[in-house]
């Protein structure tokens, strides 16, 4: 006689449990002025994005010039995101996230200015690159962290966290399509300006939430004297130990910085297609509204989910699919065409990025969020400029084409090493889901004949 573990899904709550609905959300004062003021900012940041793009190979009409502007806002991401993580931990993160916006707001400021007083040179587009970067180190972590200090039931987190995403891609549908009549009609730096005007919502949107996640957090810790006198450099060796030793939470970030490496740099070479099928920046906005469409879909279909077991499928299918439609990619030569790739290609990125971030947000220890969701931002932003850099040689040397269809290659053999590796971090992880009460533990009694 044997037995073996069986893991059932644990039934849903329904007494006292989360909001019914996924726009039950915005019944959280708190969440919907975050969100209100999110997407006004999130629109001026895409606009932004689409036109300093267009206007940085418009200027150079070099592949690699665009990946050096591109890679100098996110190559700070990789120094200085993990610091930032630590920050998110340690001070309140309302009163980072508002300084934030304000930086961010001088940084557009001063781009608009140069842009429309006609004395924008290239090493300006890469110093403000590398301000916006660092900005975005300190932003985008405390942002992923104050979500979950915003839902008052902790229930309701996972609808937050895909309503976040549908944030991030009715703002990317938006933005770009804007930007690309914006430039056509009365120039870029117009784009620039609204992007510094649209952080003011944000930021009064922002004083007016109230939260009480950060006096309960330090309540915890007033019983961890050891903790508060950590120095920086200590805390953030904490949470970098924490991610290598935890096999679920170091397998994911480890795969989506991997996998970024040259599955980002497609985006980076869009003007490079555009130019190649004689479009212009309408065509450039359009292009990245239809990849939007697709991370849209994508982030509806896994908010219509009712658990977070079972999204490490949807991680290794979404991979290989990925890979396979860039390959494709590379083979198409005309609008048409390429916006129905790009919308499936939109798709499953947003599929195994918000899958990723869905299951760190699950599993991962409060005390310990800000320095893992700096770590997955960091993976997911930072290892994209090293893709792009290289993607950018290689397009000058070899064709945009090509280095797409060795993108696709690459992108195919890590989720290869994903897939071989699954089974492992399954058998780590369902203890933990079942510690958060996501799945059910039966011992299964086997009797066997001699």
């Not at 915005?26 to 002025?33: I, Q, S, T, V």
């Not at 003021?37 to 689409?50: A, E, Y």
């Not at 200590?234 to 939470?249: M, N, P």
């Not at 009712?306 to 083979?331: D, E, H, P, Y």
């Amino acid at each position: 006689m044997s037995s073996s573990v069986v893991y059932k899904i644990a039934p849903q709550k329904t007494e006292g449990g989360g909001s019914s609905g996924f726009f039950a959300i915005f019944k959280n004062k708190n969440y919907a002025l975050y969100f209100a003021g999110q997407f006004i900012s999130l629109v001026g940041t895409w606009m932004q994005m689409v036109a300093l793009s267009w206007f940085t190979y418009k200027v150079t009409n070099s592949p690699l010039l665009l990946a050096v502007v591109g890679a100098s806002s996110q190559l700070p991401s990789l120094v200085v995101m993990p610091f930032a993580g630590v920050f998110a931990d340690r001070l309140d993160r309302k009163k980072v996230i508002v300084v934030v916006q304000i930086l961010a707001m001088i940084e557009a400021s001063l781009l608009a200015f140069l842009t429309m007083t006609n004395q924008v040179q290239v090493w300006h587009l890469i110093a403000l690159g590398v301000f916006a970067g660092v900005i975005s180190a300190f932003d985008m972590p405390t942002r992923s962290a104050f979500v979950f200090d915003l839902v008052d039931n902790k229930e309701d987190l996972p609808a937050a966290i895909a309503m976040n995403s549908t944030l991030m891609n009715v703002t990317r549908l938006i933005g770009p399509a804007l930007a690309g009549f914006i430039v056509a009609a009365v120039g870029t730096g117009v784009c620039f300006l609204l992007n510094a005007a649209s952080y003011i919502p944000v930021i009064a949107a922002l004083l007016l939430i109230r939260t009480k996640a950060k006096t309960e957090f330090e309540s915890i810790e007033s019983d961890q004297s050891s903790i508060e006198k950590k120095t920086i450099f200590a805390e953030l060796k904490v949470g970098l130990d924490y991610v290598a030793k935890t096999r679920s939470v170091r397998q994911l970030i480890v795969h989506l910085g991997i996998f970024g490496i040259g599955g980002m740099a497609y985006a980076m070479l869009l003007p490079v297609f555009v130019h190649k099928i004689n479009g212009d920046s309408n065509t450039l906005g359009y292009l990245m509204s239809g990849s939007a469409i697709g991370s849209l879909c994508a982030t509806l279909a896994l908010a219509s989910r009712k658990s977070v077991v079972g999204l490490s499928r949807w991680i290794t299918v979404s991979s290989f699919a990925f890979s396979i439609l860039l390959i494709g990619f590379s083979f198409v030569n005309s609008f048409w065409p390429a916006m129905c790739v790009l919308a499936a290609i939109g798709a499953c990125m947003m599929l195994q990025m918000a899958s990723i971030n869905t299951i760190l947000q699950t599993i991962v220890e409060e005390d310990k969020r800000g320095r893992v969701m700096s770590l997955f931002t960091m993976a997911f932003m930072g290892a994209a400029p090293i893709g792009s850099l290289g993607a950018g040689a290689l397009a000058n040397n070899i064709g945009l084409s090509n280095t797409l269809l060795l993108c696709g290659i690459y992108c195919f053999a890590v989720s290869i090493f994903f897939w071989r590796a699954l089974p492992q971090w399954r058998k780590e992880t369902r203890p933990i889901y079942v510690e958060k009460g996501l799945l059910i533990a039966e011992e299964e009694v086997e009797i066997l004949a001699h």
